[in-house]
């Protein structure tokens, strides 16, 4: 059983950046993918990056790709999200999710609750 929580959300302006943080519970958290979605009101869940257990390999969303950055720290059982440049677009409800990988959620077994971006005009 792995848990997840999110936390970084916030209120930023348009260009501004944010670190989101997940961070996982049990020694197995460390073997998992980690892939980070988000979803605006009356939206699907979208995928946005992922990364492997090592997070030697990483891929990302067309929409976010070159502007955020996916990394991890197993030493603190933690997964980050690098956001740079922020659009007001990018605003949602942003998740973390463990499992196998991949960009769908199908991939992911475990989930935080998620934490809210909201980035201003």
């Known amino acids: 059983q792995v848990q997840l929580v999110e936390s970084g959300g916030g209120l930023v302006q348009d260009g501004g950046s944010l670190r989101l943080s997940c961070v996982g519970s049990?020694?197995?958290?460390?073997?998992?993918?980690v892939g980070w979605f988000r979803q605006a009101p009356g939206m699907e869940r979208e995928f946005v990056a992922a990364?492997?257990?090592?997070?030697?390999?990483?891929y990302y969303g067309d929409s976010v790709k070159g502007r955020f950055t996916i990394s991890r720290d197993n030493a603190k059982n933690t997964v980050y999200l690098q956001m740079n440049n922020l659009k007001p677009e990018d605003t949602a409800v942003y998740y973390c999710?463990?499992?196998?990988?991949?960009?769908?959620?199908?991939?992911?077994?475990?989930w935080g609750q998620g934490t809210q971006v909201i980035v201003s005009s």
């Open positions: 999710g463990a499992g196998t990988g991949g960009r769908t959620q199908r991939g992911y077994e475990y």
């Open positions: 049990g020694r197995t958290f460390r073997n998992y993918a």
């Open positions: 990364g492997t257990w090592n997070a030697r390999i990483t």
